[in-house]
């Protein structure tokens, strides 16, 4: 298998955490695509991905899957231990909730701040800036921020007791906030304390 990304975004870290979770990241080759730059806009990349994106997953038989959710998707049905998107249909739905919440809520909206309400990643890739919604956003992500430091104050993951796609997401999201220059308060301690929880996790090393 083959991954295009630009290691270090948010969105890639997601695919290399679940790839070092299930034990796949031996089996995968990374091809990276210079964002910054704007290669995920010539027309050759265009061909792999008409949405000009990254990550990409690229199978061995030649399949191509662009959206970050399905391809974590594939690698959590390609093996099976540990599961990170459940098994029984109540914990399949709470977990497919949750990972949307905190990608909706948390890494789109920390996104969508950088994008748009800071310099990103210059005028020759930022063309279409909205610094009201970027800012806008932002407040979205700390609201939602404020959201898991409650919820974890009962559990110790986001779904639940067990680590999933939802706490790979906020861990990207949690990068990508630092990167933003959005300050996580310091009343949060229970979102800290999780924080401090998933950056043991072997995987975090494997992916770096």
């Not at 995968?28 to 061909?47: A, D, I, L, W």
């Not at 540990?82 to 905190?102: E, F, N, W, Y």
Request: hydrophobic share 45%; aromatic share 10%; with cysteine.
């Amino acid at each position: 298998m083959e991954v295009y990304e630009f290691k270090g975004f948010p969105n890639p870290t997601r695919v290399r955490l679940a790839l070092a979770e299930k034990g796949l990241f031996d089996a995968v080759k990374f091809v990276q695509v210079n964002v910054p730059e704007g290669e995920h806009r010539k027309p050759e990349f265009f061909v792999i991905n008409p949405s000009g994106i990254v990550p990409v997953l690229e199978l061995e038989d030649g399949t191509q899957i662009s959206e970050c959710s399905a391809i974590k998707e594939y690698l959590d049905h390609a093996k099976g231990d540990p599961d990170l998107m459940g098994q029984t249909p109540k914990s399949r739905v709470v977990i497919a909730m949750m990972q949307h919440k905190v990608e909706a809520g948390f890494l789109d909206a920390v996104a969508a701040y950088f994008h748009h309400a800071t310099a990103g990643l210059g005028s020759d890739i930022e063309t279409h800036q909205n610094a009201a919604w970027g800012e806008r956003q932002k407040e979205t992500a700390l609201n939602t921020m404020a959201w898991m430091n409650d919820l974890l104050a009962d559990q110790d993951y986001l779904a639940g007791d067990q680590f999933t796609i939802a706490d790979i997401t906020a861990m990207a999201g949690f990068d990508f906030a630092g990167f933003a220059q959005i300050d996580m308060p310091a009343e949060f301690t229970q979102f800290a304390t999780w924080r401090d929880r998933v950056v043991a996790r072997p995987s975090v090393k494997i992916a770096a």
